[in-house]
């Protein structure tokens, strides 16, 4: 069996159609077949091939031409293509080559030669395909490397800011607490930077610190509540610091600057295949958030949360992460901001 590879014959002649499928197909390759060029691609747009072979004298538009669109139209430019032709001039193979051909076969047709070509094309096209998609993932791991470990300056200088501040007003305990936790935050985030999934466990310990902190930092201006409803959270990798961002944005843009006591839950559920993350506040909204003057810049963090995503959907598909955002209302008075993060739950 050739991993059910499926190959395209591009042929009007009935006999060379037969031969083709007959030695093909016993050797595992699924088959399809066309006995004119203006069907090429409209098969090609429904159906994904690893081959086309594709015969020079057809009715219409030749092989030749064929193979010309092929080539100028990106969705085809690397899809493997054999000619086959009764011709045997050398004019007619370079010109084969030069067009973008992968190989050659001459009619007639020999069933060995077949085979080992179709073999040989097939494979070198997967090898250097694979070769592509692992350069390109070790690539996405770099940057994704790289933009888990920007934990955001601004929290970093607010948090040293606090310090000063609790010294200055002599509140040496508070000093000492907050230095205690910070640098079992900063550890934590270094280490989490350096590889790609830490467990979930690892991330809500992380996620505590952090929440700690900032209620610290803030004056214990805001409770907060963490529910967990998942069964083995140390089983469970996830990338690392995908949540933090969107608690930093509620705390920073939206309990902050809020008149009534703030409030702001963290609820991580686990649901099929998938981890649910739901982080709301009941602050001043995104509306309200948005004509501060100091929120007007771009935030980092957030930033590289959209680009992680990015990321992480080109490795692991559209569908695996999601994040939506909705504004919550009490009648016309915003009532703060509701986040859903969906991610999966065996990245292993």
């Given at each position: 069996m050739q991993d059910s590879a499926s190959i395209l014959i591009v042929d009007d002649n009935r006999q060379v159609l037969e031969q083709i499928n007959h030695v093909l197909a016993d050797v595992g390759y699924n088959i399809s077949f066309i006995p004119k060029g203006q069907f090429l691609f409209q098969r090609l747009f429904n159906h994904q091939y690893d081959l086309v072979l594709l015969d020079v004298n057809l009715p219409g538009a030749d092989g030749y031409e064929l193979l010309r669109q092929m080539r100028s139209n990106p969705k085809y430019r690397t899809l493997p293509v054999i000619i086959i032709s009764a011709e045997e001039e050398e004019e007619t193979l370079s010109k084969c080559?030069?067009?973008?051909?992968?190989?050659?076969?001459?009619?007639p047709i020999h069933h060995e030669i077949l085979k080992a070509?179709?073999?040989s094309v097939i494979s070198a096209s997967r090898f250097?395909?694979?070769e592509i998609n692992r350069r390109r993932q070790e690539a996405l791991r770099a940057r994704m490397k790289m933009l888990s470990s920007q934990m955001n300056p601004h929290f970093i200088f607010n948090s040293l800011s606090s310090i000063q501040e609790f010294v200055l007003a002599n509140?040496?305990?508070?000093?000492?607490?907050?230095?205690?936790?910070?640098?079992?935050?900063?550890?934590?985030?270094?280490?989490?930077?350096?590889v790609p999934h830490?467990?979930?466990?690892?991330?809500?310990?992380?996620l505590k610190t952090y929440l700690k902190l900032e209620k610290m930092r803030?004056?214990?201006?805001?409770?907060?509540?963490?529910r967990i409803n998942v069964s083995t959270p140390e089983n469970i990798m996830i990338p690392p610091?995908?949540?933090?961002?969107?608690?930093?944005n509620a705390i920073i843009h939206g309990?902050?600057?809020?008149?009534?006591?703030g409030h702001l839950i963290l609820e991580i559920v686990e649901t099929d295949n998938f981890i649910s993350c739901t982080i709301q506040d009941n602050g001043i909204g995104r509306s309200r958030a948005s004509k501060i003057k100091e929120n007007q810049y771009r935030s980092v963090a957030m930033s590289n949360i959209e680009a992680r995503l990015a990321l992480l959907k080109m490795e692991f598909g559209g569908e695996e992460f999601s994040v939506t955002v909705k504004d919550l209302w009490n009648g016309d008075e915003p009532a703060g901001t509701l986040v859903k993060l969906s991610l999966p739950n065996d990245l292993h």
């Open positions: 080559f030069d067009l973008g051909a992968n190989d050659y076969i001459r009619k070509r179709v073999r250097h395909q694979n509140e040496m305990e508070k000093v000492l607490n907050f230095l205690s936790e910070f640098a079992g935050l900063m550890r934590q985030n270094l280490e989490n930077s350096m830490i467990t979930l466990a690892n991330e809500l310990q992380f803030f004056n214990n201006a805001f409770t907060y509540e963490v610091m995908l949540i933090q961002p969107y608690l930093e309990l902050r600057k809020s008149s009534r006591p």
